[in-house]
DNA sequence: CCTTGACCCGAAGTGCACTCCAGGTTGTTA
DNA sequence: TAACAACCTGGAGTGCACTTCGGGTCAAGG
């Protein structure tokens, strides 16, 4: 017979982690009274599961572990460290933004070289130089670069 | 009197990366032939320059040292390995595209919260249990968060 | 009861991308 | 020519986020 509770395997598919991962996280103070069988043996929660959700999302952003840690302890002291708690993902809203930025960029220089190569595969580079071997803008190395 | 090649330190300041960087990137293969001047002291040039922005906004948007050594390899090549770099570019380029989805999704769950908090603290709550401290939406801990 | 697989724990190990160190050399400046 | 910063090298060290290990416990099926 089921219950609500989700084993560690089961939590660990659920989040898409490594039940070492969820463990680990335990430990970092990331999630804290998880829930355990008269024997000792986990028992996570649907809100466990939600909890983790938020972890992986910031962690998939690039927040560090202490910095989570320090939004699990927030969240801990329940309404009084609301403010902390906005200030806190304000912060990391902006580093997303930041992120946007940088993966945008990055996705105009690999498109432009794309484009580069498949002129040149194509037989038909759009550069002045077509048929020579040099060509600065193709991959940034310009003297050696093909 | 300055020559048109780039000290270490100029060139860790133009690259914005650090000087130790720059040697490292060397001994993995990312960097050839970097020009030395009689004495051994090393001279970038322009195309250096632009080959470690390159570098770094590969590096930026997570591709693994190995992999941008494998790129470098290729690009040593020449025009014989186009095809395979366009291949490694185009791999790179779904990667970033992936990137940006979960970016996307992360500032939508970082935004909803953040509006969720700003409400509670302007005393005007959107949920309907309103007054109450418990609140699941507000931080995925559900039961006992605020 | 017995096996077997999932689970428990603390601790050690791993891979990555740098970063720092020690001891020596170069090169510019006073 | 003396001082001093910036440079050179090989190698060791660091911080992060896990991951693996070893030895023991728990619980469901046969």
């Not at 084993?7 to 999630?31: F, H, I, K, N, Q």
């Amino acid at each position: 017979m089921t219950n609500e509770f989700l084993t560690p395997a089961e939590m660990a598919a659920a989040c898409s982690v490594s039940v070492d991962t969820l463990r680990y996280y335990e430990r970092e103070g990331l999630l804290d009274d998880i829930a355990r069988t008269s024997g000792g043996q986990r028992q996570y929660s649907s809100n466990d599961v939600a909890w983790v959700q938020v972890l992986r999302c910031l962690r998939a952003t690039a927040m560090p572990i202490r910095e989570m840690r320090a939004f699990a302890e927030l969240v801990r002291e329940g309404e009084a460290a609301l403010a902390d708690r906005l200030d806190l993902l304000a912060n990391h809203r902006k580093r997303i933004v930041d992120q946007v930025a940088v993966l945008h960029d990055a996705l105009e220089l690999v498109d432009h070289k794309i484009e580069a190569y498949t002129a040149v595969l194509a037989g038909t580079p759009k550069v002045e130089n077509a048929g020579q071997t040099r060509n600065p803008t193709l991959d940034g190395k310009g003297i050696r670069a093909s």
